[in-house]
């Protein structure tokens, strides 16, 4: 398809990012091209609009930023066999080798070549975006864009969760980011007889409650340790899912366990974190789960059926919502904290 | 404790039982007394009193009938060290040996030296019953005497419902019996984004229903595979829950999952039956997993908490209360099919 | 590459089969050529070559047999990037679609769009074959081809086997066949410590011995399930691998298996059977687990390194090697058992 | 049983220990007295004998000292129903409450109650000692009392490298002290095709071989990452046992393990140690597994199996045997590290 778009373009090695208009791509063999319907701004679309370390080292100029989508299949490149134009699809963002050790057994999330979507290639915060077809999700015509577009951050979620096997479980969620919002989500939505929340930012534990906690409390005015172990009749919790990478909760997330009891750690800490391995791992025989990306398409699957049962509400954490031309408030507000998702819309 | 106490006794080697006077059990080492609140029949007990195969095999006569139960301990043998007077408890009815294979490796629940409490002991239709220490489960206060009693059934459904790790999955349930009708329930509170029930008796469907069934049909009336692969995308659901025993239920309810999944067996065919190995087995790769009992005390927990945190609500199912004298009428009605589980009350 | 090979034939819809020339293949994309070192008999080339049913329903005519091999890559399609020329390989036999539930989670080898080498395509009884980038697998220098063309089904016998988890087992194997005396081997790596096997021909009887067997019968003229019982203190074993079809391997290997085991059906018995689930699976809470190709490349790694690392000698099984123009005896000697496996050589 | 006993008693709180006459106990209810045939020395005996900060916390004196032991039964307390005189017996060391959540749910070995043989009560280097009936297990008639002895410890490592479902796996064991080469032995017998090994001590190093290990490696004068990853294809281990609790093998040990493998922490490290979540844990998809005590009693019929079935031959490890007067000379050896298991008999 030939023709202009507005694209949100990283074009500098610095803070920020354009609204631009760049050429329509067209999709090589094995990609499809499709017309976004809604975007979903991610903690890493922060991070390359703010340039960290990280994305300094990752990403190269100029980008088109943005991974989490939904839209309509319009031109398909050669050799496409599952994707058919008008299909409305999402996009998983690992685009694995498909060759590797990890490829073939199963773990293609954590594919040895892996390169992301928005990262390594061009994004989705445009009018039009390619994806490769091993990425192409297909939504039941039921689900919102809105939702449709979060089902890949609401995939970490799901990971994290089912690391737990919280069905009949008491389990503490620390961070409610909008991944951890959306987790606590999930949690409910899985059986969990009780979920309680850390979370330092009053607007999001208020959104939290709304997903279904049962029990939020604010780490830096109250003691967390000591009221788990309160509402877990002096046990401590089964399972601590970690979404905040914030190196107090990751301490007290691990003694919060019970012995026999898991963690998981989807929250990435910045820098190395001392643990007492002795008396709250190996004497509680706790296992610590480490949990990056989504099962591919596993994670998937059981996203789409909850949004398609509606088995899970996910407008609490739909905060905010923006043209694409917009985007810097949604940056700023990501930054500050006071919002669960935004939703860009092109 | 001295006196006398009403209780259900199976008295004759034949159909029926009778409402006696009976001393009151002293509790002996590592046993305690309980003052009976609730108890509720179950489909063993229609055996005993109707003195089928399986009861001439199993009971001993005279001994007062039924398992499922709740109440206050009012008195402690000797060695008691994990109950005290005043509890409020129920009963789990398998009573393991401790020292066998299965003892030993945390599978207490197919001991192989088992006794069953109400089978191969005097039971808890009575206003007083003796349970071993080993079986007392603490119920939480806020647990109605009814549900309490209802528990051990509970825990039938939910070890059936977990063999299927049914979260976000598409299932079937064939046979709405009152551990069906749990199962139903469970399964909602599990996280299974689609429930089908497949039960012939209407009264049971309604119920099935209001427990959280998404589609009900009728398997004597209606086609219940083409239904099924109908309402799974074409392919067979995730998981088959069996707890009819009846053999068409068996050979559709096994052709209606999906290559892959999984189907667990609770309901107890009379009779050997045939099965497609080849095509309904090992071609789809599908797991067929026998259940019993319920496993000491996983269960337990789970079915505690779900009725402490609200997670189940098990009225749906508790369809006729009567006080122990009318016993015979819950027997009736067992027999007949229009209930769900029916509560007694000394 | 143009010219001629010789190549193993079927032409005809009924027994038998042809050494022909024919036109030496070209790879298309995302295909290998490959000059043939090694293949072996499957009994599915046998079921082929007599022309069975099953053969009926699913070859198309003509078409060149055989599936298992190894060989040297001397040919690239059109975008193959994880193979190059000159790769020593082995190949996967299921050739799966990628797109399908069963493909996109982890479970590519009951693809619901299925095709297997030698079965739906052009095989590899030949001096050449065609192979499928997807399904090639890179073997270790250090591997002899015929060691390496018998990974396929070693890959069964490595996947029946993992599903009992056998590490410090007491185990049985009904069948010893060409795989069941492969997994004989397995589950000896593996760390069984009581490898039982029942096969009522007396030369496999021997061979197994050699693989690894502690205690080998004869069903026909001894008591297996007596036998069982009395070699596993009373009480069955942990677990059944079921490699012959037989009706009453399936009946009483199940009947083997002590309450709390398991038991996987890699064997495809020709008509539905009488099982008595009531005693046999739910009573003892047993898993039947039904057991079909190999897991897409778990038990390739597994099957590799077993190899490489010299844990598993495969030359007790491996009884015959004819030159491809001789493979009428070697089907003539598959038909009547005094075998193990045999390979045939271009 | 009346009369006098030789013991080793710990009377002091310093270091040291003595041999003493005292009175041979007697078996209360639920007891059994046992002629002690063999004891072996473990670390935490050390640390008695040493009076380190741990012992100081846990042991009352005086206590006879030691835990691990084989010997035969000659008298019995009231109530005991699984033993009898003249049992040739070992014991568990874990005396668990059984009334706990841990207890009640299959995980007595991480008893919140626990009390330990040896340290919270009086132990076995002594001619006879008392054993809780629970802690009781058979032996098979033809282990040698010294292997017998050993088991306990044996159960450790079994533990340790079943959380690695090695079968097949290219691992890394840490620490190749008494239970460490242990760990070889079992990591060979479970099929485990590569064991690198990693420990100081060149004596040790060298029965690790004798157990099993494929490559052995000095981390002080050898660079382990690099080892391990030029040994196992660029990739890293899929599972690394630590057995040291050396802080650099514990941080070396996880930057060892593979995307998607994991690690089993025995060894008890002193202080916190810093982890590198983000690097080594969350973007490798690792988990990292606490392993305390033994899993009552799946691991001791693993052992029991094994050392029944010459599975394993524990003789390498045991490099030295003493009379219990001698016990000063383990103490000394075990303190320098010349040395695997260090049997000691009455």
Known sequence: ??????????????????????????????????KVKSTSICGSDLHI????????????????????????????????KSVKEGDFVSAETHIPCGHCYQCKTGNRHICENMKILGVHTDGVFAEYAILEE?????????????????QEPLGNAIDTIRAGDVTGKEILITGAGPVGLLAVGVARAFGATKIIVSEPNEYRRKIAKKMGADLT?????????????????GRGVDFTA????????????????????????????????SIDLTQDLIFKAVNLIGITGREMFKTW???GRLLKENRLNLSPVITHTFPLADFEKGMKLMEEGNCGKIILKP
């Open 134 to 150: 091993v990425d192409v999700w297909h939504n039941d015509p039921s689900i919102p864009a809105e939702s449709a577009s979060i």
């Open 242 to 273: 970690e979404m905040s990478g914030n190196k107090n909760a990751i301490q007290q997330g691990l003694k919060s366990v019970r012995p026999g009891g898991s963690m998981a750690l989807l929250g990435l800490p910045d820098d190395p974190i």
């Open 301 to 303: 699957y059981i996203a």
């Open 1 to 34: 398809m030939e023709g202009k778009m507005k694209a949100i373009v990283k074009n500098n090695a610095g803070p920020g990012a354009e609204l631009m208009d760049v050429d329509i791509p067209t999709p090589g063999p094995g990609q499809v091209l499709i």
């Open 217 to 233: 409390l604010d780490p830096i005015n109250e003691d967390l340790l000591s009221l788990v172990i309160k509402n877990t009749d």
């Open 49 to 80: 609009y703010k340039w960290n370390n990280w994305a300094e080292k990752n990403v190269k100029l100029p980008q088109i930023m943005g991974h989490e989508v939904a839209g309509k299949v319009i031109a398909l490149g050669e050799n496409v």
